[in-house]
């Protein structure tokens, strides 16, 4: 039986650091009879050289179009636009099945090619639970960042560009010596704090040493009672992480920051969840999408009052790209392992199935 092939394509997004497959996994799928062709990448966290240790086999930067149609091709992004049609499968996080700017456009390109699309984002396992995700270090990056921005807070100071971090080591002891050595003293509130993201957050604030009582820890249970909330305002940080799925009110308001005067404690708000042009996003405070470039803006919350900044950056693991890939890639790889065999693996014929739905509800809005 032919070896399966599958290649891993560069990533063009500015800042994009992460990888689908990293050399530890690439080793493994080799190991177990893949051939994995990898692009070669100076923005990758993952240096050439280590994928060709492990045996891959290099290829040039962005050529993906060339490969053989029963390679696959594996990324994170979006591909970039085109009308192009695709006639390979690809493996990938794609956005357009839920109606996202552009959706129809993408999936055309597919059926004009022949090519097919497994969304990693509707990868999951019997329980409907996604198999791989990278919530935890997106939660854990927001919280240092959070942290960042207390200590530019503390000086007066507005929280310059910030680069990605080699390692998760790196970010902790930077995190902790620009707060003086330790994050003791500091006090957060984690709302979601049960699930992938916040599970992040906390962890990385006991890393920097907030005292365990610091740490508070909210999810379905506490938020019951309903919003605003003035616990909030008690804390120096506060992380949002929920899933957001239905109408709640709101965990926090400009009034009631304004109303608390020199009174509040709360000096930066960390929202994971970047339900920013969501309706009924919890936090509306803020407007836009903080950049890497830019990570804060400033609340009005009136001259006379302490400044007060949200961080809403919607790419956050890329602050850790060698550990959140590391680890997205080991969840994935199961799934992987059983690519050969997909006509009988649910993981892999329930995306199949739903990409064609979406793939016919695409041809019928390009065709009207
Ligand atoms: N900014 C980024 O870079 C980035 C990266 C990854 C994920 N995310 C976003 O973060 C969000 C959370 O993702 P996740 O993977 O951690 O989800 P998850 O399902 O693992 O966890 C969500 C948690 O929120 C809790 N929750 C839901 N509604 C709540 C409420 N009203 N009050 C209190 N708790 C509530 C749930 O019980 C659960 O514990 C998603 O919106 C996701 O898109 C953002």
């Given at each position: 039986?032919?070896?399966?092939?599958?290649?891993?394509?560069c990533?063009?997004?500015?800042?994009?650091?992460?990888?689908?497959?990293?050399?530890t996994?690439s080793?493994?799928?080799?190991?177990?009879?893949?051939?994995?062709?990898?692009?070669?990448?100076?923005?990758?966290?993952?240096?050439?050289?280590?994928?060709?240790?492990?045996?891959?086999?290099?290829?040039?930067?962005?050529?993906?179009?060339?490969?053989?149609?029963?390679?696959?091709?594996?990324?994170l992004?979006?591909?970039?636009?085109?009308t192009?049609?695709?006639?390979?499968?690809?493996?990938?996080?794609?956005?357009?099945?839920?109606?996202?700017?552009?959706w129809?456009?993408?999936?055309?390109?597919?059926?004009?090619?022949?090519?097919?699309?497994?969304?990693?984002?509707?990868?999951?396992d019997?329980?409907g639970?996604?198999?791989?995700?990278?919530?935890?270090?997106?939660?854990?990056?927001?919280a240092?960042?959070?942290?960042?921005?207390?200590?530019?807070?503390?000086?007066?100071?507005?929280l310059?560009?910030?680069?990605?971090?080699?390692t998760?080591?790196?970010?902790?002891?930077?995190?902790?010596?620009?707060?003086?050595?330790?994050?003791?003293?500091?006090?957060?509130?984690?709302?979601?704090?049960?699930?992938?993201?916040?599970?992040?957050?906390?962890?990385?604030?006991?890393?920097?040493?907030?005292?365990?009582?610091?740490?508070?820890?909210w999810?379905?249970?506490?938020?019951?009672?309903?919003?605003?909330?003035s616990?909030?305002?008690?804390?120096?940080?506060?992380?949002?992480?929920?899933?957001?799925?239905?109408?709640?009110?709101?965990?926090?308001?400009?009034?009631?920051?304004?109303?608390?005067?020199?009174?509040?404690?709360l000096?930066?708000?960390?929202?994971?969840?970047?339900?920013?042009?969501?309706?009924?996003?919890?936090?509306p405070?803020?407007t836009?999408?903080t950049?890497?470039?830019?990570?804060?803006e400033?609340?009005?919350?009136?001259?006379?009052?302490?400044p007060?900044?949200?961080i809403?950056?919607d790419?956050?693991?890329?602050?850790?790209p060698?550990?959140?890939?590391?680890?997205?890639?080991?969840?994935?790889?199961?799934s992987?392992?059983?690519?050969?065999?997909?006509?009988?693996?649910?993981?892999?014929?329930?995306?199949?199935?739903?990409?064609?739905?979406?793939?016919?509800?695409?041809v019928?809005?390009?065709?009207?």
């Amino acid at each position: 039986m032919a070896k399966t092939s599958l290649w891993l394509r560069c990533e063009t997004k500015e800042f994009e650091r992460r990888a689908a497959l990293t050399p530890t996994t690439s080793k493994r799928l080799i190991d177990a009879g893949f051939e994995i062709f990898v692009e070669r990448d100076e923005q990758r966290i993952f240096h050439d050289s280590e994928y060709e240790a492990v045996g891959c086999t290099l290829v040039e930067n962005n050529s993906w179009p060339t490969a053989p149609t029963t390679t696959t091709i594996v990324g994170l992004k979006e591909l970039e636009e085109s009308t192009d049609p695709l006639p390979h499968t690809h493996i990938q996080f794609a956005h357009c099945y839920k109606n996202q700017a552009g959706w129809s456009t993408v999936l055309s390109r597919f059926h004009r090619g022949g090519g097919t699309l497994y969304d990693l984002e509707f990868l999951a396992d019997a329980s409907g639970r996604r198999v791989a995700a990278f919530g935890f270090h997106a939660g854990l990056a927001g919280a240092a960042v959070g942290a960042l921005a207390l200590s530019s807070n503390q000086k007066g100071e507005k929280l310059g560009h910030l680069e990605s971090f080699e390692t998760e080591a790196a970010l902790v002891a930077t995190v902790k010596q620009l707060l003086g050595g330790s994050g003791k003293g500091v006090k957060a509130l984690v709302i979601g704090a049960l699930g992938r993201c916040g599970r992040g957050a906390v962890d990385l604030f006991r890393k920097i040493g907030l005292a365990e009582d610091d740490i508070i820890k909210w999810d379905m249970a506490e938020t019951a009672k309903g919003g605003p909330f003035s616990e909030i305002l008690d804390v120096d940080i506060f992380v949002n992480c929920i899933y957001l799925n239905s109408a709640i009110p709101a965990f926090i308001t400009r009034n009631q920051i304004v109303a608390a005067g020199t009174q509040r404690k709360l000096a930066v708000v960390v929202d994971v969840s970047c339900d920013t042009t969501n309706p009924f996003n919890p936090i509306p405070i803020y407007t836009i999408n903080t950049t890497f470039s830019e990570p804060t803006e400033a609340v009005d919350v009136g001259a006379q009052n302490p400044p007060l900044s949200v961080i809403s950056i919607d790419q956050l693991p890329t602050l850790l790209p060698r550990e959140a890939s590391e680890q997205f890639s080991m969840d994935l790889l199961p799934s992987l392992l059983k690519f050969p065999n997909r006509q009988t693996a649910p993981v892999w014929t329930d995306a199949e199935r739903l990409f064609k739905e979406k793939l016919a509800s695409a041809v019928e809005v390009e065709v009207v």
